[in-house]
């Protein structure tokens, strides 16, 4: 079993910064798959970004050149740098893990974005 802690989430007005963090504990390496989606009010959850265990990245189109995913050195753990913070940027951050052949997600950490 896998569990995930999201933090670092707030209110923050538009061109602003956040990070955000997620720790992993059980049984999980280091180098496993793991991103960061995020949800919307009315929407489906969307990949933001995701690191694979070569650390390819792979982000959405939306954020490319403004947010950041990077591995920690402190465990399985990964961080979101979001810079120039947007209002349709506004939602729920989740963090995934892959370990094997299993997802597992955190509990979401609420981003808003004020205008």
């Known amino acids: 079993q896998v569990q995930l802690v999201e933090s670092g989430g707030g209110l923050v007005q538009a061109g602003g910064s956040l990070r955000l963090s997620c720790g992993a504990s059980g049984n999980i390496f280091s180098a496993n798959t793991m991103g960061w989606y995020r949800q919307a009010p009315g929407k489906q959850r969307e990949v933001v970004a995701v690191i694979d265990p070569d650390d390819k990245i792979t982000y959405a189109q939306s954020v490319r050149g403004r947010f950041t995913i990077s591995r920690g050195y402190a465990g399985p753990t990964v961080h979101l740098d979001m810079n120039d913070l947007r209002p349709d940027d506004t939602g729920i951050y989740f963090c995934?893990?892959?370990?094997?052949?299993?997802?597992?997600w955190g509990q979401g950490t609420q981003v808003t974005v004020s205008y």
């Open positions: 995934n893990c892959i370990a094997g052949t299993k997802g597992y």
